[in-house]
C-alpha cells in the first residue's frame, strides 16, 4: 500500500530565510505532485514531475524528484510572506490511478 | 471555461439526514474522485470513478455512496450511517486517457463545506 509522508508538519519561518519541505513515499512511483492550499480553499496546482531527476521552479519555490530514493522536496528560497499556506505532495498510485496526498506542511512565513 | 463545479458550497445538515453533493466537470475527463479533509489534516480518498457505471472504494467509503451515470456528473451522497461527516469535501477529475504531454494531473474543484448540527 502506497504511503507518503511529508515532514516538517508545520514550518515557522522568518521572511527572507530558505528552508525545505520533504516528501517520501513507500512504493515505486514516477508521477509526483506539489499542491498549495489557502486557508477555507481548494487545492492549487503548483508542480508535476514525471521523471527521476525532475527539476521545476516557479518564482522562489523549487520543486525535485529522485524516484530512486523515492523523494521529492519543495525549496523555498528568500520567503515571503504570500507564501504562507499549506503544502502537499501527492504520489501517483500507478494501476490504481489513484492519488495518494501526504499529511501536509503548515508553512508560515512570519515578516 | 473548463472547470469543476461543486455545489453548494456551505451545507448543514442535521443527524440522521442524508445530503448529496454536486459534483459537475466540463473537460472531459475520464476520472473522477471524492477526498474529504478535517482540519488541519491531509486528504483522504472516500469514492473514485475512471468511467461511466463504474467506481470503487477509496480509503474511507463507509457511510458514504456514489453514482456515475453520466461522465460529467459524480455526486456524494453523505448517509446518516457516517458518524461523524463534518468535513470540507473537494472533487477532482483527472484525464486518464490523451496525448502523450497528458501529465494526469488532478484539477479539483472549490469544494463544499459539510457541518452536522
Known amino acids: 500500500e502506497l504511503k507518503v509522508e511529508q515532514n516538517p508538519l508545520f514550518l515557522s519561518m522568518q521572511e527572507g530565510k530558505n528552508y525545505t519541505i520533504y516528501c517520501n513515499y513507500s512504493?515505486?512511483?514516477?508521477?509526483l505532485y506539489w499542491y498549495r492550499q489557502d486557508p477555507g480553499k481548494s487545492l492549487e496546482s503548483l508542480f508535476v514531475?514525471?521523471?527521476?531527476?525532475a527539476v521545476k521552479q516557479e518564482g522562489r519555490l523549487m520543486a525535485s524528484l529522485d524516484t530512486k530514493a523515492r523523494l521529492s522536496t519543495l525549496h523555498i528560497t528568500a520567503a515571503v510572506h504570500d507564501l504562507s499556506a499549506t503544502y502537499f505532495c501527492a504520489v501517483y498510485g500507478g494501476a490504481t490511478n489513484k492519488l495518494i496526498f501526504g499529511t501536509g506542511t503548515l508553512l508560515a512565513v512570519q515578516p | 471555461d473548463g472547470g469543476i463545479t461543486q455545489s453548494p458550497k456551505y451545507l448543514f445538515r442535521k443527524e440522521g439526514q442524508n445530503v448529496t453533493l454536486s459534483c459537475e466537470q466540463n473537460?472531459?475527463?475520464?476520472?473522477m474522485y471524492w477526498y474529504r479533509q478535517d482540519p488541519g489534516q491531509g486528504l483522504r480518498l472516500i469514492y473514485y470513478s475512471q468511467i461511466v457505471n463504474d467506481f470503487q472504494k477509496g480509503d474511507i467509503a463507509e457511510g458514504y455512496s456514489v453514482s456515475r451515470e453520466k461522465k460529467e456528473s459524480f455526486p456524494l451522497t453523505v448517509t446518516s450511517a457516517q458518524k461523524n461527516p463534518t468535513a470540507f469535501y473537494l472533487c477532482?477529475?483527472?484525464?486518464?486517457?490523451?496525448?502523450?504531454?497528458?501529465?494526469?494531473?488532478?484539477?479539483f474543484g472549490e469544494g463544499s463545506r459539510l457541518t452536522v448540527l
Open positions: 514531475l514525471l521523471s527521476n531527476g
Open positions: 477532482a477529475s483527472w484525464p486518464l486517457a490523451g496525448a502523450p504531454a497528458n501529465t494526469g494531473e488532478l484539477f
Open positions: 512504493t515505486t512511483s514516477d508521477r
Open positions: 473537460l472531459n475527463h475520464d476520472a
